[in-house]
């Protein structure tokens, strides 16, 4: 990674996502730009305000706030911060900047103040999720230290060599932990054998072809359930899943299984497409 692009609006939740697209950037040595989007509506609020002078001041304002930020990441991680600030609409702006600079990765925290990067339906979140053209890291505890425990959610499909290789770009010198969940066939045993048998062989040659350290799996059943329960017996800090996936990683529509996950996991997620 050479540039990171991460979005706040100073609430928490922004924090823990600056304090981790911080980490990355020193563990990667990469650039980090800090973008603040302030709604139209914010600097036009009504007709007993003069809007020039009460936009200017919210301009104004969120640019202290921005160089503030900048100042603690500079001292806390000896990273140094691009500020940016843009005025529209959250989501466009984000995806704008983030082409703009050709940024390797997008950063959000989960629920932030007025709505902005709130994992919830319709938000900016996954207006994001569905517009950015690059890997949008969704960021939800606050980050204690690099991560240690990355699951690859892989389908054997397009996206498997980009979930791989973000998956291990994010562990460092930690193993891999790569998941393949089967969507269990009814009561037909048989074919559920078969379908792990050729599964368990894919899932082989990816390891032979990969050349770090990894532990794979074959899970049976709802793929959203098993990423979940995988995750939390190992403790995972980060699911790395393709944006649009195939077999047990659907296609990322509204219900899909990579929104759901972004949605329900406790941990971070990041959402790749394929290379």
């Known amino acids: 990674m050479t540039r990171i692009v991460v979005a706040t609006d100073f609430s928490v939740p922004a924090n823990a996502a600056i304090t981790r697209a911080a980490l ?5 040595g990469a650039e980090l730009h800090l973008l603040h989007v302030l709604s139209p509506l914010a600097l036009y609020p009504g007709q007993a305000v003069e809007p020039a002078a009460n936009g200017d001041a919210r301009l104004a304002s969120a640019r202290n706030l921005l160089i503030a930020t900048a100042e603690r990441v500079l001292e806390r991680y000896d990273v ?3 500020i940016v600030q843009r005025v529209g609409r959250a989501h466009t702006r984000i995806r704008e900047y983030a082409n703009e600079v050709a940024a390797d990765l997008v950063v959000a925290g989960v629920r932030g103040e007025d709505s902005l990067l709130s994992l919830m339906l319709g938000s900016t979140a996954w207006r994001l999720l569905r517009v950015c053209e690059r890997p949008v890291l969704v960021v939800r505890p606050v980050p204690l230290g690099p991560y240690r425990q990355v699951i690859a959610a892989v389908d054997f499909f397009l996206h498997t060599q980009a979930v791989c290789t973000w998956a291990k770009r994010m562990a460092g010198d930690e193993p891999v932990h790569l998941l393949h969940v089967l969507a269990p066939q009814d009561q037909d045993e048989q074919a559920n054998e078969s379908m792990r048998t050729i599964a368990g062989n894919l899932m082989a040659n ?24 995988h995750a939390a017996h190992c403790n ?4 790395v899943l393709g944006r649009h996936g195939q077999g047990g990683l659907e296609a990322y529509l509204l219900g899909s299984v990579s929104k759901d996950v972004a949605q329900a996991a406790n941990c971070d997620v990041l959402l790749v497409d394929a290379d």
């Open 24 to 28: 990355l950037a020193r563990q990667h």
């Open 80 to 82: 140094h911060v691009h």
């Open 206 to 229: 990816l390891q032979s072809d990969l050349p770090y350290a990894t532990e794979g799996q074959i899970g049976v059943g709802y793929p959203l359930v098993m990423i979940l329960q």
């Open 236 to 239: 995972a800090d980060l699911i």
